[in-house]
């Protein structure tokens, strides 16, 4: 294991050490990092928000939907009927039953004899 205490002689070593120091050799992804912050954060954001959406998926798929159900009313009752017969139930089957057909026409017997004029001149 190197000791704390050696000193370092190699030239390009000394050259990236002094770089870390520095910050010289963040400086590219420093830049990278601020040209491309927003596409960052809204990747983030939509890395959260699909998280978020498996893990509550998985907290609420455990979990049964509840059942409503309407209350029993029971097996319908017959509606009791009372029939009323009229004095006038003829005559409404009469006329509900009434025909509107027409007749045939009969062509009437042409008669030459008569005489529309009167014959008292």
Known sequence: MPNLTDKITNPEAIKLINDLKSG??????????IQYKWYLIS????????LALFVGKAFFGRSTAPVFLPPDIGLP????ETTFVSAYEPIRQN????GTELPD???PP????????SDNI
Request: charged share 10%; no cysteine.
């Open 95 to 98: 006329i509900l039953n009434f």
């Open 24 to 33: 010289a050799l963040w400086q590219p992804f420093k830049i990278k990092l």
């Open 43 to 50: 990747g983030g954001v939509a890395l959260f928000l699909l």
């Open 77 to 80: 009752q017959p509606t009791a």
């Open 110 to 117: 042409f008669d030459n004899v008569i005489n529309l004029e």
């Open 105 to 107: 026409p009969i062509i």
